[in-house]
């Protein structure tokens, strides 16, 4: 069975304030109320891995009771990356 892209998630890189560290926010394209999650920056990974890491929370939060995954990155500009994602449990 293909499983194909549902909608896409845009993430951003925001730089550390005076009260805050660096940042990343998720958001879905696909919506009017514009559902977001903020997540603190990991050292620990790259910046692609930040991003990923990110849209991964924006799925967990919202989606979390169902079977979904990133299928890619599919474009990076002007410095927002768009994942796309899929349920793994639609028909």
């Known amino acids: 069975m293909d499983h194909y892209p ?6 951003r890189y925001h ?3 005076d009260h805050r560290g660096s940042r990343f926010t998720a958001t879905a394209d696909d919506t009017r109320d514009r559902q977001r999650v903020t ?3 990991n050292y620990a990974l790259d ?4 991003h990923a890491a990110a849209a991964q929370a924006w799925l967990d939060k919202f989606h979390g009771l169902r ?3 990133l299928t890619d990155t599919a474009l990076v500009f ?8 899929t349920d793994r449990g639609a028909a």
């Open 6 to 11: 549902l909608a896409s998630i845009r993430t």
């Open 39 to 41: 997540v603190g920056c």
């Open 67 to 69: 079977q979904v995954v």
């Open 47 to 50: 910046i692609d891995a930040n």
């Open 78 to 85: 002007a410095g927002d990356y768009y994942h796309t994602w």
């Open 15 to 17: 730089g550390p304030t």
